[in-house]
T-cell receptor, first 111, second 111 residues
Framework: QKEVEQDPGPLSVPEGAIVSLNCTYSNSAFQYFMWYRQYSRKGPELLMYTYSSGNKEDGRFTAQVDKSSKYISLFIRDSQPSDSATYLC???????????FGKGITLSVRP | DAGVTQSPTHLIKTRGQQVTLRCSPKSGHDTVSWYQQALGQGPQFIFQYYEEEERQRGNFPDRFSGHQFPNYSSELNVNALLLGDSALYLCATGGGGGIQYFGAGTRLSVL
């Protein structure tokens, strides 16, 4: 079993849809949770960074962490074609330590 | 404020050759991590440098080695290249805030 599992894709939605992206993990030592966005042939760009259970909102993006269920989610409201990219969940046991990533899911938002 | 910079952007090598990739950290960052991202996969942790020492290492063979300089920049060296080493190599740097930022990556093609 992999330490981090991410829902497989690809995912295609119409513009304006609400998107839900999910990851589960098995390592209870993970304390910090991130979502990165990666455009084709580019490096990952940090979208959200959280370290406690609950919700964190930033504009159209909401990150949700449930440590008891070992489950994290990223919600995108009013999705835009510019949101089309690969989304990676990542976790670490301590600040600035090794990041463990999910496989990534490719999202396509149709105009 | 310059972000994380990596060079070169693209390299083509043949099997058995050696390659050196370079990373300059974001201003104020003293920790440098290297990741390998195969096509369609999430990044995999290679190793991390802090205070010019290798602090953590992932499941990669000794053909992968690195160095960190006093100015916190870093190099990744790969010897005896294999076809399977073809990937996007990413550098991530972090500082006191605990958040790691990625460079755009170096795309290595081994023929």
């Amino acid at each position: 079993q992999k330490e981090v599992e991410q829902d497989p894709g690809p995912l295609s939605v119409p513009e304006g849809a609400i998107v839900s992206l999910n990851c589960t993990y098995s390592n209870s030592a993970f304390q910090y949770f991130m979502w990165y966005r990666q455009y084709s042939r580019k490096g990952p760009e940090l979208l959200m960074y959280t370290y406690s259970s609950g919700n964190k909102e930033d504009g159209r993006f909401t990150a949700q962490v449930d440590k008891s269920s070992k489950y994290i989610s990223l919600f995108i409201r009013d999705s835009q074609p510019s949101d089309s990219a690969t989304y990676l969940c990542a976790m670490e046991t301590g600040a600035n330590s090794k990041l463990t990533f999910g496989k990534g899911i490719t999202l396509s938002v149709r105009p | 404020d310059a972000g994380v910079t990596q060079s070169p952007t693209h390299l083509i090598k043949t099997r058995g050759q050696q390659v050196t990739l370079r990373c300059s950290p974001k201003s104020g960052h003293d920790t440098v991590s290297w990741y390998q991202q195969a096509l369609g996969q999430g990044p995999q942790f290679i190793f991390q440098y802090y205070e010019e020492e290798e602090r953590q290492r992932g499941n990669f063979p000794d053909r992968f080695s690195g160095h960190q300089f006093p100015n916190y920049s870093s190099e990744l060296n790969v010897n005896a290249l294999l076809l399977g080493d073809s990937a996007l190599y990413l550098c991530a740097t972090g500082g006191g805030g605990g958040i790691q930022y990625f460079g755009a990556g170096t795309r290595l093609s081994v023929l």
